[in-house]
């Protein structure tokens, strides 16, 4: 089945500083790939709609700025989240799809443990 | 525009059956059901795209009413290993394709 590799899976940052998690689809091309946050016991709140070769799109509320999304090729996607805070201190997880996602739903990386201290 | 999952939480005995119902203010393209184990990525159970349609693989199956865009989620003789939290995801049409948001979670505890 289709695989997401996301890394790093757990990182401890700085108050100030810039973290940056990946996101690749191993063995299938993914033109779009979404990137979601859960806080504790709570559910995935969509950030952005990752497309390659152009802007992500941003949920509302989300910041643009802060949140950095590239997705350069077809396989990756990355998120920079800019200046962390600790209240950003999240666990951040992509997902994509692979041939037809009506049949076979999305594929979730494994996630990103971000603490910010 | 989150559906609205119900109950919050289920505590069943092992071989006990149980429903989680998801239902949304919105037009849907379809409806995803995924598991999530304590600190793991969602895992893909099933997805439902026509009204009425209904699906099921094993002990776990699923029905979607289009029209009341609702979805519901059915275990039956249930494992210690249902134990997690289940989300619905609706996915809509949005600009530039499709996205899909989640409902908040049910979480199911089943003990043996």
């Known amino acids: 089945g289709a695989v997401v590799s996301q890394h790093p899976s757990r990182v401890i940052c700085k108050s100030g500083t810039s973290v940056k998690i990946e996101c690749r689809s191993l063995d299938f091309q993914a033109t779009t790939m979404f990137w979601y946050r859960q806080f504790p016991k709570q559910s995935l709140m969509l950030m952005a709609t990752?497309?390659?070769?152009?802007?992500?799109?941003?949920e509302q509320g989300v910041e643009k700025d802060k949140f950095l999304i590239n997705h350069a090729s077809l396989t990756l996607s990355t998120l920079t989240v800019t200046s962390a805070h600790p209240e950003d201190s999240s666990f951040y997880i992509c997902?994509?799809?692979?041939?037809?996602?009506?049949?076979?739903?999305?594929?979730f990386g494994s996630g990103t443990r971000l603490t910010v201290v | 525009q989150q559906p609205v999952q119900s109950p919050q939480a289920v505590i069943l005995r092992e071989g006990e059956d149980a429903v989680i119902n998801c239902s949304s203010s919105k037009a849907l393209y379809s409806v995803h059901w995924y598991r999530q184990k304590h600190g793991e990525a969602p895992v893909f159970l099933m997805i439902l795209l026509k009204g009425g349609e209904q699906k099921g693989h094993d002990k776990i199956s699923a029905s979607f009413n289009e029209k009341k865009q609702q979805s519901s989620l059915y275990l039956t003789a249930s494992q210690l290993s249902y134990s997690g939290t289940y989300f619905c995801g609706t996915e809509i049409i949005a600009t530039g394709g499709f996205k899909t948001i989640f409902g908040a979670g049910t979480r199911l505890f089943v003990k043996a």
């Open positions: 997902s994509a799809w692979d041939r037809d996602k009506d049949r076979y739903g999305y594929t």
């Open positions: 990752s497309n390659e070769g152009s802007k992500a799109t941003y």
